[in-house]
């Protein structure tokens, strides 16, 4: 027996007990239910403490009596069993942790009082995993008697080295024959203990093996792992580590100064002799928000105020991530670009989620399962191709290149900008841009087509709301339409679209997509279809009339109707005419609108289609209305809302409420409009219909004003100006204005009436169009009273001041300084 000490004693003696029995290591081990390797660390001293059922096992292999038993457990008795390892505690952070306050505390509750042993902070690379476990780690050290292990696993690419790494770190001596998980769950045995696995992605399933066999035999560890993928062990739990807290577009100093990201870039700024002042904050937001407060990035960005201003950063931060390099010479290279983290990751996928991670990239603003399948999987939609989709989701979900969004019915998913641009530029090395974005474009066209003959009837709500979601991918996809002119899928996209845009209130949008797309398709005209062509032109024509572009309007409009009368598409036809009555309309020409809607309302009712003869009757009854016929025009609005309330009709009974409070309005009964024009401003506000929403404004305003409620009158006023403004409908903007004007008057500031009128009497010499014969009375009352309070060289002066002040700013409340009386309008 050796002398040195107690445990070579216990060493010595199971060596000559096992050579006296012609034992191998191997043969004891199996015979004991023990690895090779846990007798051969037990010889060689490299296992202190055995615990007394390994002492047994191996007894009763040995087949040792009840002396020998004796001897052996003395032995294991003088050995040092309180023995504490040296472990490798966790590195001191370089600077003072920045937010993190709420996931510190809820992790450290976890560790401390929620009974859990397993900790996953997963997240991509650069979101601050690692400085989150130091502080973890830090704050609840105290709690763990053998204290808390740090193991590093950066430079541990498998399985052997991985195992090494944990033992080295735990202070364990290793053989030439490599320690095994035994031997470490026996070192660590009953101590209470900390351990830290720091980057586990690239080696995840040795990750999760040892940690799983180490939490089975070692009752009183706890596990800290971090890792852009999950652990997937019994037991984990997972705390997904997001970015820091950027500020919104709008927000103010005091916001922008505390939002985390904000007070990082600064942070690090500072370190390089850096200090913006107050009125460059807001672009260190913008370059915060560029980058989605992803700590990494704003380290890398921030380093760069050596060479850049802070408004270059931000600019350049807008469109690309090729700035973000040159990061500390000590940190790990995959930390010194983003590119060089993005790597790190995209090396470890497979060859097909490297595809499908390239593919995604194509999207703008998130996507479906549906999508990806379409755009990502060239052989169509099938159950199996669902699955690998599916599939494929998940494993980039678990390695933190893909975010999910569960708060709908359907889940959706995105990327975080920087991931995405990195895939693109994979993507472009790869060679397969064109052909994946062709199947992207493919799909939101016939998305956007299928979405067209929904919005009407009761699906109208939820359609809008779906277009509101991909409006990303849909600009996404009209853009590389047009950029590589695709005549066809360009003239189809935005034909499909323009009704959406024309309810959501994004007129000047619509219009220029399908300008674009117009005029591509005169380009190659044998490359579009008449219909789309057609449809193209329609939907030019209504939303310039929309913005009271007349004369452009009536162009498109002639051209589309002259093309469905070719081809023989009534419904086409008609739905033309029903959009050149609305020019003649607001141009006040009563006749030629009654008989374009006359005309729309026969081809609809030879077709037999009921919505077509809703809409227009409503539109026949507007004409009614607009030149005092209120019995017609009550008969013809009753008619269209009864059939778009039984179908479900948003925008149609918007209209319809609207055209029946405003008849009650001039028949005098305020009480029926003013509830019917609450149940429309309620309806478009619900649905999102702009349009609808600035009417209803403007004759609950109108409402206001008879009833002498003069400050409730300016403020929907107000409101109806900035949404018709914003449209870009100036027929109705001018007669929002004629409004203000009598509500000037009745507060008895003429000069201010007077350069409302003024300003009015411009937007409709500009239009071309009269102001409205239901309206005409009131608004010559309102100019004859104000031009005899203010006799006729102070009227002047301030109608031309209207007249020479723009729209918008009169939609923004800025009389001019040189009417002194109108620096207080109301």
Not at 573 to 598: C, K, Q, S, V
Request: aromatic share 6%; net charge negative; with cysteine.
């Amino acid at each position: 027996m050796s002398a040195r000490n107690g445990i070579d004693d216990f060493a010595a003696l199971l060596r000559r007990h096992r050579q006296a029995a012609g034992l191998s290591q191997e043969e004891l081990a199996e015979k004991a239910g023990l690895s090779s390797d846990a007798v051969a660390a037990l010889e060689r001293g490299r296992r202190r403490a055995p615990r007394p059922l390994t002492v047994r096992l191996l007894a009763t292999a040995l087949n040792l009596d009840n002396a020998q038993l004796a001897q052996f457990i003395e032995s294991l008795r003088r050995s040092p069993s309180g023995y504490t390892p040296q472990v490798q505690g966790p590195p001191l952070p370089p600077d003072r942790l920045i937010g993190r306050s709420t996931e510190l505390a809820e992790t450290t509750a976890l560790l401390n009082h929620g009974g859990v042993r397993l900790v996953t902070l997963t997240g991509l690379g650069g979101v601050g995993k690692t400085r989150l476990a130091v502080a973890v780690a830090t704050a609840v050290r105290r709690h763990f008697e053998a204290g808390v292990c740090w193991v590093s696993l950066e430079g541990s690419p498998n399985g052997p080295e991985v195992t090494d790494a944990v033992a080295s770190a735990i202070g364990l001596r290793t053989a030439s024959d490599a320690a095994e998980l035994d031997a470490l769950a026996e070192h660590i045995g009953g101590r209470q203990m900390l351990l830290v696995l720091d980057n586990c992605e690239h080696a995840v399933e040795t990750c999760a093996s040892l940690c799983s066999t180490l939490l089975q035999r070692c009752p009183r560890l706890t596990i800290i792992a971090t890792s852009r993928e999950l652990l997937r062990v019994p037991g984990e739990v997972v705390r997904q580590v997001q970015p820091l807290a950027v500020p919104p577009s709008r927000a103010g100093l005091e916001e922008i100064r505390e939002a985390d990201a904000v007070r990082m870039f600064l942070a690090r700024a500072a370190a390089h002799g850096v200090h913006p002042r107050d009125d460059r904050l807001v672009h260190v937001s913008r370059a915060c928000r560029s980058v989605q407060g992803i700590p990494l990035a704003l380290e890398l960005a921030a380093a760069r105020v050596n060479v850049l201003t802070i408004e270059q950063i931000a600019d350049e931060l807008e469109t690309s991530s090729r700035i973000l390099a040159g990061g500390s010479r000590t940190a790990p290279q995959r930390q010194q670009t983003i590119d060089a983290a993005l790597d790190w990751s995209y090396n470890l996928l497979s060859p097909d989620e490297q595809r499908f991670f390239e593919g995604i990239s194509t999207f703008s603003g998130g996507w479906t399962l549906d999508a990806a399948v379409a755009v990502c999987w060239p052989d169509g939609s099938t159950d199996a191709s669902q699955a690998a989709i599916l599939d494929l989701t998940g494993r980039l979900i678990d390695k933190s290149l893909i975010l999910i969004e569960r708060d709908a019915a359907e889940a959706r998913y995105s990327m975080f900008s920087v991931i995405r641009q990195y895939a693109g530029r994979r993507l472009d090395d790869s060679g397969r841009r064109a052909e994946v974005e062709q199947r992207h474009l493919a799909y939101f066209v016939a998305l956007a087509e299928q979405a067209e003959a929904g919005l009407g009837g009761d699906t109208q709500a939820g359609v809008l709301d779906h277009l509101d979601i991909e409006l990303d991918n849909l600009r996404v996809a009209l853009g590389r339409a047009i950029g590589r002119e695709r005549a066809d899928d360009a003239m189809r996209l935005a034909a499909a679209l323009w009704r959406y845009f024309y309810l959501r209130g994004h007129y000047t949008e619509g219009r220029d997509w399908l300008e674009s797309a117009l005029a591509i398709s005169r380009e190659q005209p044998d490359a579009v279809s008449s219909v789309a062509q057609a449809g193209a032109l329609r939907g030019a024509g209504y939303l310039a009339f929309l913005q009271c572009d007349y004369d452009d309007a009536a162009a498109r409009l002639e051209e589309a109707l002259a093309m469905y009368r070719r081809s023989g598409d009534a419904l086409g036809a008609a739905l033309t005419l029903r959009h050149l009555g609305g020019i003649a309309r607001e141009r006040a020409d009563y006749d030629h609108a009654y008989e374009l809607h006359l005309e729309s309302l026969g081809l609809y009712q030879q077709r037999s289609d009921p919505a077509g003869v809703a809409w227009a009757r409503h539109h026949l009854g507007f004409v009614s209305w607009l030149r005092l016929d209120f019995g017609r025009a009550g008969e013809h609005a009753g008619a269209a809302l009864a059939y778009f309330q039984r179908n479900g009709d948003g925008e149609g009974i918007t209209w319809s409420q609207i055209s029946l409070g405003v008849i009650a309005l001039y028949s005098g009964d305020l009480s029926t409009a003013e509830q019917l024009l609450h149940q429309s401003l309620g309806r478009a506000q619900r649905l999102g219909y702009r349009e609808g929403v600035g009417w209803s404004l403007n004759q609950l305003g109108v409402v206001a004003r008879r009833q002498g409620r003069l400050e409730r009158a300016i403020h929907l006023l107000d409101e109806s100006l900035a949404e018709h403004q914003q449209l870009g409908d100036k027929w109705r903007a001018a007669s929002v204005l004629e409004t203000l004007a009598a509500v000037a008057q009745q507060h008895g500031n003429a000069a201010y009436a007077a350069f409302l009128l003024g300003a009015a009497a411009a937007v409709r010499e500009t239009i071309g169009a009269p102001v409205p014969l239901c309206e005409r009375a009131e608004t010559d009352e309102t100019l004859a009273a104000v031009a005899a309070a203010l006799g006729e060289r102070a009227f002047a002066h301030a109608w031309g001041a209207g007249q020479a002040t723009p729209l918008h700013a009169v939609a923004d409340g800025y009389p001019p300084n040189t009417l002194s009386t109108l620096d207080t309008p109301w």
